[in-house]
């Protein structure tokens, strides 16, 4: 199968053999990475996420709630063996990287639907030294994210090729409250896009109010809301129920409602989305989009 490296790397050869398929895959994992919901533009506010991670991970609140959302487990690990693929036989392998074969003991299962056994195999792609040569990770813990071969105990397939994070314990720390948060029986639906936009002028100038339905993948109700008084900074919230709440807040950072819209929302509203013909009425609700996006800022990723 190729030339392996590191300890015990004539029982990782016969491990990989048994595991050929895993290798083919790699490349349908790079592109599995891609069909995470595209980044959507805004600008700066009070509930904007900052863009930088919260720990070493170098990952921000996007990225794992992408990871989260996409793996069917995840686990803590601890690397016992590893050995690394021919480039030849790695396909989907980016330049600068080392495709490894991994053995790990697992420490613990932070989220899953099925149990999993103390001994795990998997690939992984991992940056080059600047040597040239594959970095070692033996007797170093991650955290993978990853998906259960069928037919095969004990091997996974990474979700992507380098959803391999170290268990930096700030990153653990962290990663519980987003599974816990994703785990939550009222989690916010997926957000697909906006319909039915809707601007009513008040009574006094420079007051209105914009109701703005959200399209979800579950069909579940969900709208926002902007309302402007004179003399007031404007307002705005989300509802995630069939009541259309004139009370209703804006979702705090780092958290699933903030994702769901932030990472969601369509950078502009969609014209038959309006409906009314008024042009004053359809700019104000234009206005009051952007407002919105400005005060989620920017759904950032740091992940490719």
Do not use: H
Request: glycine share 10%.
């Amino acid at each position: 199968m190729g030339q392996w490296v590191g300890r015990g790397s004539g029982a990782l050869a016969s491990a990989l053999a048994a595991s050929v398929a895993l290798a083919g895959c790699m490349a349908v994992d790079a592109v599995r990475a891609q069909d995470r919901p595209a980044m959507e533009s805004g600008g700066q506010g009070d509930a904007q996420v900052d863009a930088g991670a919260l720990d070493r991970s170098g990952l921000t609140y996007a990225d794992l709630a992408d990871l989260v959302g996409t793996a069917s487990l995840i686990a803590l690990v601890e690397i016992r063996d590893q050995a690394e693929v021919e480039r030849e036989r790695a396909p989907g392998l980016a330049p600068g990287d080392a495709r490894l074969f991994l053995q790990a003991r697992t420490e613990a299962l932070l989220a899953g639907r099925s149990a999993v056994g103390e001994s795990l195999t998997f690939l992984a792609d991992r940056v080059l030294r600047e040597n040239g040569r594959a970095p070692k990770v033996r007797k170093q813990r991650f955290v993978v994210f990853a998906d259960p071969v069928a037919g095969s105990p004990g091997q996974l397939q990474l979700v992507d090729p380098k959803a391999m994070v170290p268990a930096d314990p700030a990153f653990v720390e962290r990663l519980r409250r987003v599974i816990a948060t994703f785990a939550a029986p009222d989690l916010p639906p997926v957000v697909t896009g906006v319909r039915d936009v809707i601007s009513v002028p008040g009574n006094l100038a420079g007051e209105s109010e914009t109701q703005m339905f959200v399209e979800t993948v579950t069909g579940a109700p969900a709208s926002l809301s902007v309302i402007r008084r004179p003399g007031m900074a404007p307002s705005w919230g989300v509802s995630w129920s069939e009541i259309v709440d004139a009370s209703a807040r804006p979702p705090e950072a780092e958290t699933a409602g903030w994702y769901r819209l932030a990472c969601g929302l369509p950078a502009q509203l969609p014209s038959d989305a309006f409906l009314q013909a008024s042009g004053p009425a359809r700019r104000q609700a234009e206005e009051d989009y952007r407002f919105v996006l400005e005060q989620l800022g920017p759904c950032s990723r740091s992940r490719t």
